[in-house]
């Protein structure tokens, strides 16, 4: 059985970018979230694998969302996912409980590294 992923970025087009990536190395996307309060709504409805989640976003950041979901499910497998130079919130995801981070622009390598460790 292919593994379920909920794809949260506040920008359509880096979901676009990692929804194509993911389908076409075999991943199921359950769902898609633009903010972190989303995403902590869209975890609970469809209890993902796994979470790819943006750090900056409006209402709710990655952040606050990946603690909320932690506290949901304390064995959630997210991933984070950081623009050049968010190294500082980066380190605060990973205390928080993310097991990796990618940085954008994506590598389909990389993401599709990222997600099979993580999940393995």
Do not use: W
């Not at 975890?43 to 952040?63: A, C, S």
């Amino acid at each position: 059985m292919s593994k379920r992923i909920l794809i949260v970025d506040d920008a359509a087009f880096m979901r676009m970018m990692i929804k194509d990536i993911l389908t076409k190395n075999g991943y199921d996307v359950v769902g898609e979230a633009a903010d972190g309060m989303q995403a902590v709504e869209k975890y609970k409805e469809h209890h993902p694998d796994l979470v790819t989640m943006d750090i900056t976003m409006p209402e709710m950041d990655g952040i606050t969302a990946l603690k909320e979901i932690k506290e949901i499910n304390p064995n959630a497998k997210v991933i984070m996912c950081s623009a050049m130079g968010q190294q500082a919130m980066v380190i605060d995801a990973i205390q928080a409980g993310a097991k990796d981070f990618i940085v954008k622009p994506f590598q389909a390598d990389r993401v599709i590294e990222a997600i099979h460790k993580t999940l393995s």
